[in-house]
């Protein structure tokens, strides 16, 4: 018996047929259909952390859904299109926890603050972004999407030292946005580290030796940072 209840004996569904993909484009979707969407895909994103994307198939999918083959071929044409469909919701979602209002506060705060927020962005998704990170070694399309996650978080570091060199803050030699490329390169790294590979860290040491070396590195006054707990990098 298939999940849902009809029996699949004699039956393999390997893809779409074509009156499933021509329904997908006749007119909106029924709430019932959407309903049965989102539990395909809130399925697969389970299935894909937990086994990883290699080793996850159509039935693994469609069994931690408790739907039929056929109706998961109903919504996707593969287990690729749900991936890339995931993929592009977590970085939706990272993308909209960056996009914050700017922040106020002394320099300093403004750059903890900052930190904290990409750290709060990226830990709920630490397991799937390193799956963007493995399918985006052989497919270009996981990479760029993986590459525009980075480089939103870049350019709006890019833009707070650029400001803070304006007001007379930051070191004023420093190319902002290659700073920016480095100081970023080294708190993603240390997120996939700390998260998806299972690195234990203390979360407020973290966030003081991020917040140390990053002012240190545009150039702020850090006399700070000891009175404000953030001196884990050291003098």
Not at 19 to 36: A, N
Not at 83 to 103: H, K
Not at 208 to 215: E, F, I, K
Request: contains cysteine; charged residues 25%.
């Amino acid at each position: 018996m298939s999940p849902r209840g009809g029996s699949t004996k004699g039956r393999v569904v390997v893809g779409p047929s074509p009156s499933q993909r021509e329904r997908r484009g006749v007119g909106p979707m029924t709430t019932k259909g959407q309903e049965r969407r989102q539990e395909i895909l809130r399925a697969a994103r389970t299935v894909f952390e937990d086994r990883g994307y290699v080793d996850t198939r159509v039935a693994d999918i469609v069994a931690e859904a408790r739907v039929a083959q056929g109706t998961f071929y109903t919504y996707f044409d593969s287990k690729e299109a749900v991936f890339a469909e995931l993929s592009q919701l977590v970085v939706e979602d990272m993308l909209s926890s960056l996009r914050a209002e700017r922040v106020t506060g002394t320099p300093l705060e403004r750059v903890t603050i900052g930190l904290r927020r990409f750290i709060n962005a990226f830990r709920p998704h630490a397991v799937f972004i390193g799956l963007i990170e493995q399918v985006g070694t052989y497919t270009p399309e996981m990479a760029d999407m993986r590459l525009a996650l980075r480089e939103a978080f870049v350019e709006r570091s890019a833009r707070g030292i650029q400001h803070m060199q304006d007001e007379g803050e930051a070191d004023a030699s420093i190319d902002a946005h290659m700073t920016a490329e480095v100081l970023g390169a080294m708190v993603d790294q240390t997120c996939y580290i700390w998260f998806s590979l299972g690195k234990d860290f203390d979360e407020d040491e973290v966030l003081g030796a991020l917040s140390s070396v990053w002012a240190r590195a545009i150039g702020l006054d850090t006399a700070g940072l000891e009175a404000a707990g953030l001196d884990a990098a050291g003098a």
